[in-house]
């Protein structure tokens, strides 16, 4: 079976510095890689995922995720935050089609000015 | 292409009653997933609907069940209601096939906000 674990359930930053975000997942078999954003009082919004290929994934919003095999991570950072980042963010995994994606249980960034 | 759809946005029940809460699945997607977010367990998988049939169930009581229609729109329900059943409701579509090719990618709708006094 699969797991995520998000390792800070909040973090605090403040406007215009770096932020990473961190998750470590589990799986015996291989699996596609999720980071999703909540705003509130809104659905979730995929902001990029790591399928295969290239382990550093670029998605919107000037994100990034580096996927680490041996260590079984897949960070999310962004090198210079804004306030309208705060919001939670989510990292997931599926086995594909046909399974359940597996959510961790969030993060929730606090940008400050 | 528009979004996935969910209603109603907001609900307020009583104890005992039941719920019927609807989701319609962007355009071409056949599969549904529905959750339930709390601010103490997080985002819970309830089920999955595919062609009408569910593939795949979380951990919830018989309470909880749901269907799902041959144009992809789906029906969660909630029957009895308690207490602990106030929560956002999250449906989420997703391009798949009948087998497990693909990224299982969800596509979320702004959820259902069900309270129960």
């Known amino acids: 079976a699969q797991s995520v674990t998000q390792l800070d359930s909040q973090v605090p930053v403040f406007e215009e510095a770096p932020v990473e975000l961190r998750c470590n997942y589990s799986?015996?078999?291989?699996?596609?890689l999720f980071w999703y954003v909540q705003y509130p009082n809104q659905g979730l919004q995929l902001l990029l995922k790591?399928?295969?290929?290239?382990?550093l994934v670029k998605g919107i919003n000037g994100f990034e995720a580096e996927f680490n095999k041996s260590q079984t991570s897949f960070h999310l950072r962004k090198p210079s935050v804004h306030i309208s980042d705060t919001a939670e963010y989510f990292c997931a995994v599926s086995r594909g089609g046909g399974f359940k994606t597996i959510f961790g249980a969030g993060t929730r960034l606090f940008v400050k000015a | 292409k528009a979004g996935v759809t969910q209603t109603p946005r907001y609900l307020i029940k009583t104890r005992g009653q039941q719920v019927t809460l609807s989701c319609s699945p962007i355009s071409g997607h056949r599969s549904v997933s529905w959750y339930q977010q709390t601010p103490g367990q997080g985002l819970q998988f309830l089920f999955e609907?595919?062609?009408?049939?569910?593939?795949n169930k979380g951990n919830f009581p018989g309470r909880f069940s749901g269907r799902q229609f041959s144009n992809s729109r789906s029906e969660m329900n909630v029957s009895t209601l308690e207490l602990g059943d106030s929560a956002l409701y999250l449906c989420?579509?997703?391009?798949?096939?009948?087998?497990?090719?693909?990224?299982?990618?969800?596509?979320f709708g702004p959820g259902t906000r069900l309270t129960v006094l």
């Open positions: 799986s015996s078999v291989s699996v596609y």
């Open positions: 609907y595919f062609s009408e049939t569910q593939r």
């Open positions: 989420a579509s997703s391009v798949a096939t009948s087998g497990t090719s693909g990224d299982n990618e969800q596509f």
């Open positions: 790591y399928l295969s290929g290239s382990t």
